[in-house]
Every structure is written in structure tokens, then in C-alpha cells.
């Protein structure tokens, strides 16, 4: 029997392979390799181990997101130097060879092509089978070969305009030839912009998919879930660490914390697997905060009846409409205004650009709501 790697980041990531291992891995064994998502990814691991589809769960804290600045300029160098000798595919082989034994493997399952390892991942997609699963709305856009001018002073879009034209990754979403040997799985794949891939199939199709056996690999994995009262909430908050955007996020999240007071008596809290901050509700209010490791498609077919609040334009939007539920979503008056001249790595949306994503991915199940 054949045998894969998946190589999972985060909850998000995890979720979308078991259902990718219902509906297509089921014929061979696999092996997980659990890294850390910007340093508070490492509990993966044990969820990992909670499928019971996995031989082997390899874990490293050893990830290129949480080395110090020393380590990775050296790793750089060290890829600038490959990439003159023509040789990015022997240095990705020897850097996964650090966590894995390559030669067992005859696939890999990513979330995305951005990350060092994801991405050295895809540069092999010509000797193995390579499937990149969806990592979120940026998937959507149209990924140039160049810098946009609004960003030319941007560090981030520097580092990834650089490692996508060497031939290694691709942050900042810029467009990277080894995608052509990939298989994309998306839910909306009429709607990609970027279709430079082997193939592009639907993700979460009914047709294939062994529901019951997803059912039993979720309950296994997140039993926290019976201990929530999800049916006493008036709505739930999906959010996003501002801090993507501004440095200076108090004026924002009181904003949002005001407008929940004013509004709601219960409400689930599910906060960004990368967001560390607090919120400050009002002491009426009963909060349920979902763990972090549970990700927020495992919620949907709880939140029949309820508000939907998602801040800003998020990917989880797109699956209302397969859910028939309706979300709001929460945008900020200024926030914009302030990211541009903060030189943040993203920029949130400007209004039109929100309506235009609410029209694109969910259609009639969404309004947007500006504080």
C-alpha cells in the first residue's frame, strides 16, 4: 500500500484533511507532520494522534515561522546559493529530510504554497503526487509575477517576491511555476482567479465523501464540543487579530466590544487560531470562547437561528450558503486609512471591495455591518 504525508499547521488545516482522507486517502496509510502556525501551532500534534488515521505524527517546534532572525538568513543564503546552482529541488529534499524520510512517500497534502516547508513541499509536485488544499481568501486573488506599486515598500512582499521568482515558496501569494504540477482543492473553484494548476477539484463534494466515517473522526477529534451550550447563544463572534492591520488595535476592538454589549446577552466567541488578545464584554454577557484547536467549520451546522459576526472579510464565509445561514460582516470605519500608512503586511478591504467579496462568495447570505 501506498503511503502520504500530510503536513498540518492549524485546525483549519486539519479539518479540510480529514475530509480529504474521507473522500480520496482512504486506499493508503499516512503520516502527519505537525509544525508550529507563528509559534502556536504545536498542539496540532495530539489532534493529529486524536484521528486515529495517522501511522506516524511527527512533531517539530523547529519551523522556519518561529527561528531566530540569524537561522533564517542563513537558510536564505543558503537558497540563493541553490537557486544560482540550480538546485532548489535538492535543497528542499535535504530540508524536509530533517523532519521526514521522503523516500516513504508517494504524496503530500498542504494547506497553501506560502510557507518555507509547504512550499518545498510543492517544488517536488513533479516526482510526487503534491495536493494543496485551501488556505483561505487569498487563494482568490490574482497572484502577479511583480510587486503592485501600493506595496513596493512593503518587507513582506519583498521576502515573498524574492523566494516565489527563486523557485522555494510563495508569501504574499505572488504566482509560483511548481503550482503547475499541483492538484488545488477549493470550495468555489468557478470563482479562482489564479488557475495555474495541474488540476483544480471541489473541495468538501458530497460525491466520494464517506460522511460517516468524517462524523466519527470529528467526534474523536474535538469531544470538547458536547461540553459547549451552543443552543443558549444569541450569536456567534468570528474573529481576526487587527494586528494584521494596525499596530494600535484598542480603538477598533472597543468598537466591536460595544457594539456585542449593546446587542447580545450570549454569545460564542471563536477567536483566530493566531490572535492572542482579550476582549472585554460587558460582565452581563455570557461568553463561550471555543478552544482554539477546534476550527470554525466544526460550528456551522450548530448556528441555525443564530447571528453570525465575522470581522472582517474571512474564509468562512463562503461556506454559508452551502449551510443556509446568513452572516454579518463587521468592518471599521478608518481601519483602512490607518493600515496604509502603517506599512502592516495586509490590508483589510476597502467597502466596495467587501461588498464585492460578499457578492463572490456568499451571494444573498451576508450584509455588512461598519462600525
Known sequence: MSKGLAVI?????????????????KQKKWD?????????????????????????????????????????????????????????????????????DLSEY??????ADVGIISGACVVLGEEKEVVI???????????????????????????????????????????FDADRFCIKYCSQPDKMKYRKYKEMRQLYAEQGT???????????????????????ADAVLFTRPLEDYVP?????????EDYINKKYSNIILKKHPRECGKYEFSEKINVQEIDNAIPAEALLSYLKGKDILIVTPSAIIMYMKAYNLKCKIITFAGLYEDSLSSNSNYKPLTDNEVVEFGETFAQNFYEVINL
Open 9 to 25: 499547521y492549524d485546525p483549519h488545516n486539519l479539518y479540510q484533511f480529514v475530509w480529504y482522507y474521507c473522500n480520496h486517502g
Open 32 to 100: 502527519a507532520l505537525s509544525l508550529p502556525n507563528g509559534g502556536r501551532g504545536e498542539y496540532m500534534h495530539s489532534f493529529c494522534e486524536d484521528t486515529g488515521i495517522f501511522e506516524h505524527v511527527y512533531r517539530s517546534d523547529n519551523d522556519f515561522s518561529v527561528m531566530e532572525a540569524k537561522k533564517k538568513c542563513v537558510i536564505v543564503a543558503q537558497m540563493f546559493v541553490n537557486c544560482i546552482l540550480g538546485k532548489q529541488k535538492d535543497f528542499c529534499k535535504k530540508m524536509l529530510n530533517q523532519y521526514v
Open 106 to 111: 508517494d504524496e503530500i497534502v498542504v494547506i
Open 133 to 175: 488544499l485551501e488556505d483561505g481568501i487569498n487563494d482568490y486573488s490574482i497572484r502577479p509575477r511583480w510587486i503592485p506599486k501600493t506595496k513596493l515598500f512593503s518587507t513582506y512582499m519583498w521576502q515573498g517576491f524574492i523566494l516565489a521568482r527563486m523557485g522555494y515558496c510563495s508569501p504574499g501569494w505572488f504566482a
Open 210 to 232: 464517506d460522511w460517516k466515517l468524517f462524523q466519527e473522526i470529528l467526534r474523536r477529534m474535538y469531544p470538547a464540543l458536547e461540553n459547549y451550550d451552543l443552543d443558549a
Open 248 to 256: 494600535e488595535t484598542d480603538k477598533y476592538q472597543k468598537k466591536l
